[in-house]
C-alpha cells in the first residue's frame, strides 16, 4: 500500500462476529486500517450493488457541466453549501429519491 495511514468508509457496520464467520471476504486486514467512517451512500450519485442504483439523473447533471463556472456553481451548490453528508442528501436529493434508488437496486438484485 502506498498510503501512510487507511480511512474506511462503509455503507454498514456489521458485528466483528460476521467477520470471523467468513475472513476471506475481508478484503483489507484490520491492523492496516487506521479509521473506519459510517457513511449511508457514501458513493452517491454512484451507487452500490444490491444496496442503491446510481442516480443518472445527477450523474447527467454533472456531465452537463461545461466550463469552470458551471462547475464552481455546482460545487457551491451540492458540495461547499451544505454542512455535511447527510444534509446534502436531506437538502439536494431527498430521501424519497434516495428510497427509490434503493428500491431499484433491490429489485434488479431479486432482494424485493
Known sequence: MAAKKVILSTEEVIDPGEIRQDPARTTIPYFLVDAVVHLPFGAYPGGVPARYELDLEHIDRLNAIQDEAAMQAYLEEYVYGVPDHETFLER????P????????????????
Do not use: D, S
Not at 100 to 108: C, D, G, M, N
Open 92 to 95: 439536494k436529493v431527498g430521501w
Open 97 to 112: 429519491r434516495l428510497k427509490e434508488l434503493i428500491r431499484r437496486a433491490t429489485v434488479r438484485e431479486g432482494y424485493h
